[in-house]
């Protein structure tokens, strides 16, 4: 995965791929891996933007479905835990299809759902992850249709409130194209990021998604390139260059890790 500038006129297809396809539960035991070498160094990208910030907001969205963003937003969310001396808070806001609780294996319930409306507050909903530093805002249970409890004025409420307790903020939202959740959400935090699947999702559909965006003067900051499946060729693998190490606490046994 890597972060490219939105302006760029051609917007490439293929970069540096993940180590597999699936986010392995986040836990205390962080390793050395291709993957999270990338998370951080993406992390480093996105640090460039605070200029001097103490506060920051930082929405993960995609262009549809199936693009990876709850699994680049939880890398992200761990890879900041990790390096900040104060908490991160991630927080689940695609309310129609949630993921994040499932990714750190927590209860849905208690969550962005309740407080928006009013049946929780903010503090009551945060949760402890099996990552030190890292706190989980939940979707929580939705029992009305989102646009019944979700404006423009409540999400301003929303993370007035959340930067009381927390500096950096991540946020996992529903893509932009088929709601219009992203866009009410980008225009009250301080940064986007946009993930595309390299090798899936087309120029037409990222270019489509970019400039809803741009339209009402979301800053988007970059796109992230998610290569989930594979598609560049060989040269471009770990593996080809040859960078093992060895791991004092894997008995021995040669892991394969970013030189």
């Known amino acids: 995965m890597m972060m490219l500038n939105p302006n760029d ?11 597999n396809n ?5 836990g205390d035991d962080y390793r050395d891996t291709p993957g999270n070498a990338e998370t951080e160094r993406l992390l480093a990208k ?21 693009e990876g963003k709850s699994t680049i937003s939880a ?15 991630l ?31 903010f503090e009551s909903c945060i949760k402890n992850s099996r990552v030190p530093n890292l706190k989980i805002l939940t979707s929580g249970v939705l029992r009305y249709s989102p646009m019944e409890v979700f404006n423009a004025e409540k999400a301003k409420r929303f993370f007035h409130e959340a930067h009381k307790y927390f500096d950096f903020i991540i946020v996992d939202s529903p893509p932009i194209i088929p709601v219009s959740d992203p866009i009410i959400l980008g225009k009250v935090v ?13 120029k037409r ?5 970019l400039e809803m ?8 900051c970059g796109i992230i390139i998610n290569n989930m499946n594979n598609v560049l060729p060989y040269y471009y693998d770990y593996k080809h260059y040859g960078y093992h190490y060895y791991d004092s606490n894997n008995n021995g046994r040669t892991d394969l890790v970013s030189a």
């Not at 890398?75 to 808070?89: D, E, G, Q, V």
């Open 91 to 121: 927080i689940d806001f695609d309310l129609r299809r949630p993921r994040i609780h499932q990714v750190f294996n927590l209860e849905k319930e208690r969550g962005v759902a309740d407080i928006l409306s009013n049946r929780l507050s």
């Open 75 to 89: 890398r992200i969310a761990t890879s900041s835990a990790r390096n900040r001396k104060n908490p991160t808070l």
């Open 190 to 202: 301080n940064y986007v990021v946009l993930v595309v699947k390299a090798g899936a999702t087309s």
């Open 9 to 19: 006129s051609e917007l490439p297809q293929f970069t540096v791929k993940n180590s």
């Open 205 to 209: 559909i990222i270019k489509r998604a």
């Open 46 to 66: 996105i640090d460039t933007f605070r200029k001097g910030q103490d506060k920051q907001s930082l929405l993960i969205t995609s262009a549809i479905l199936g």
């Open 213 to 220: 965006m741009q339209s009402v003067e979301v800053n988007v």
């Open 22 to 26: 699936e986010i392995e539960v986040p």
